[in-house]
């Protein structure tokens, strides 16, 4: 690289993210991430966003359902728009049509190893989780699937990424991607860039519990808030919701930490949520702010089905302007696949540049100068 494209490269700020569609996205996603991604959006100083629908990743462990993932862009798609993504200033794309994406990967993978990809925590799990494991019944672990923390590695360098804002369960896949620039870079020369992962701020931003109080909000726990659920559907799931077991009284004293409830409100009605002031004015004004409700809470006197009242006002809220612009995008679907080409189409040109500049750097471009 040239004097001139290093100093321009290395000031770059460029977003790189994404998603697997297989499924709706949910509140979790929201404060986890969507969020995030809006205010980054919105903020202006970065050259260039790029949001992934990461369907080839999906289909690494959903190969025999590809109805599933296909049926998901739709919905992946609509759910950014409705939160806020703006295709004037982030590119939506969709990852398996992009060929160079594949050509980067191929390449990589001669830069990790087996046993490497073996230490990947975030791999690990998913293995175990989706039975995977060397056990009888199992096939074992398709290949594919055990490579994609190199692919992730090609998706974010393919745009030249340098900040990946995600969960923390994609911290071993930008640690991965890291090794394989500096990798890359000493052996063929500067070429690529380190990215950085950005974590959301607050703990409960970054898991979010089901609304049964497990761990995770997930499609087959039946235990999410969906983005698109309409008020009525938001309403009884949190009228529902799992809170402190040992508080039975109102007068009882009651936990916070751990209960789900809390971790809700702290998430979008804490100090995280831009939000959080006016929310205790219009809809619990005997509060100043959620630690004084949260004070009340553990001392005794306040109610669940209080709390829960002021939790789904507060949900309703901060859904109302998602629904608006999902109504109007589901409106006009060919217009939502007009921007998915676009997006595509300016993210494979970025791509293909890379794949260039890659390639020339492994002197592999024989026909070019
Ligand atoms: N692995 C991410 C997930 O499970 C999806 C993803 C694919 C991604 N490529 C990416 C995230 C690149 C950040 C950067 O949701």
């Known amino acids: 690289m040239s004097e001139a494209a290093e100093n321009k490269a290395a000031k770059r700020k460029v977003i ?49 359902n590809p109805e599933k993932v296909r ?17 004037e200033k982030a590119h939506i794309l969709i990852q398996s049509q992009i060929p160079e994406l594949p050509e980067l990967t191929q390449y990589y993978m001669n830069l990790v190893t087996v046993q490497r990809l073996q230490r990947n925590p975030t791999v690990k799990a998913e293995i175990k989780m989706r039975g995977f494991s060397e056990r009888e019944e199992s096939e074992g672990t398709p290949v594919g699937f ?30 991965q991607t890291r090794e394989i620039v500096r990798k890359f870079n000493s052996i063929y020369g500067e070429t690529l860039v380190e990215p950085e992962i950005l ?68 998430a979008f009605a804490g100090d995280d949520a831009p939000n959080a002031k006016a929310l205790f004015e219009e809809y619990a004004p005997d509060y100043q702010n959620l630690e004084e409700m949260e004070e009340h809470y553990r001392r005794g006197g306040l109610g669940d089905v209080k709390v829960k009242k002021f939790l789904n006002n507060v949900l309703q809220e901060t859904l109302r302007p998602l629904r608006e612009r999902r109504a109007e995008y589901e409106k006009d679907p060919d217009r939502v696949m007009q921007i998915l080409k676009e997006g595509t189409g300016y993210a494979e040109n970025v791509a293909a540049n890379t794949l260039a500049s890659v390639k020339r750097a492994m002197r592999i471009s024989y026909f070019s100068v």
């Open 16 to 64: 790189l993210t994404g998603d697997r569609p297989t499924g709706r996205l949910h509140i979790g996603h929201y404060v986890g991430s969507l969020r995030e991604r809006v205010i980054l959006q919105n903020s202006g100083e970065f050259d260039d966003i790029f949001i992934m629908i990461a369907d080839a990743q999906a289909l690494t462990d959903n190969w025999d």
């Open 71 to 87: 049926s998901n862009i739709m919905n992946v798609a609509l759910d950014y728009l409705s939160a806020g993504i703006d295709p």
């Open 146 to 175: 055990f490579c994609y923390p190199i692919s992730q590695a090609a998706d974010i360098t393919g745009f030249m990424g340098t900040i990946v804002p995600a969960g923390e369960d994609q911290e071993p896949m930008v640690e």
């Open 199 to 266: 974590l959301p701020k607050s703990s409960s931003a970054r898991r979010l519990p089901g609304t049964d109080g497990k761990a995770k909000m997930s499609k087959s726990l039946g235990n999410c808030i969906y983005l698109s659920d309409d008020e009525k559907t938001v309403k009884t799931k949190v009228m529902s919701m799992f809170t402190d077991p040992g508080h039975l009284k109102v007068s009882d004293p009651g936990k916070t930490d751990g209960n789900p409830v809390f971790i809700y409100l702290e």
